[in-house]
C-alpha cells in the first residue's frame, strides 16, 4: 500500500504565496517522479509541474516563472512553492507520483487533494 498527503492549500488573496507539500509513503522501493497536478471547476485535471528522481522538471505554461516545484528524496516529499497567486490557480491540487513499489515494479498514485482557493 503506497499513500500520499498533502498539505498546505487554502485561501490566499491575489499576489500571494502557498506552499504545498505531499508525503509519499508505505510499500515504496524506488519513486520515479512526483508532480502536482490541478482540476478547476467544470474542467480537466492538467499538469502543473512534475519532477523526477534526477530534478528534472517540467511545467505547465501557464505557470512557469512563479511555481517552483521541489523534491526531497531521502524524505519521499515534494513541494510545490506558488507565487504571485492569480485567480486562475484556483482548484483543487492533487499530488501525483510513478513509482516502483515492493511487489509492482510500476505504479501510478494520487493524492485526496488540497483546495486552493485565490480571491482577486
Known amino acids: 500500500q503506497v499513500q500520499l498527503v498533502e498539505s498546505g492549500g487554502g485561501l490566499v488573496q491575489a499576489g500571494g504565496s502557498l506552499t504545498l507539500s505531499c508525503v509519499a509513503s508505505g510499500s515504496i522501493r524506488t519513486i520515479y517522479t512526483m508532480g502536482w497536478y490541478r482540476q478547476a471547476p467544470g474542467k480537466q485535471r492538467e499538469l502543473v509541474a512534475r519532477?523526477?528522481?534526477?530534478?528534472?522538471?517540467n511545467y505547465a505554461d501557464s505557470v512557469k516563472g512563479r511555481f517552483t516545484i521541489s523534491r526531497d528524496n531521502a524524505k519521499n516529499t515534494a513541494y510545490l512553492q506558488m507565487n504571485s497567486l492569480k485567480s486562475e490557480d484556483t482548484g483543487v491540487y492533487y499530488c501525483?507520483?510513478?513509482?516502483?513499489?515492493?511487489?509492482?515494479?510500476?505504479?501510478?498514485?494520487w493524492g485526496q487533494g488540497t483546495q486552493v482557493t485565490v480571491s482577486s
Open positions: 519532477i523526477t528522481t534526477g530534478g528534472s522538471t
Open positions: 501525483n507520483t510513478v513509482l516502483r513499489s515492493l511487489v509492482s515494479p510500476l505504479e501510478d498514485h
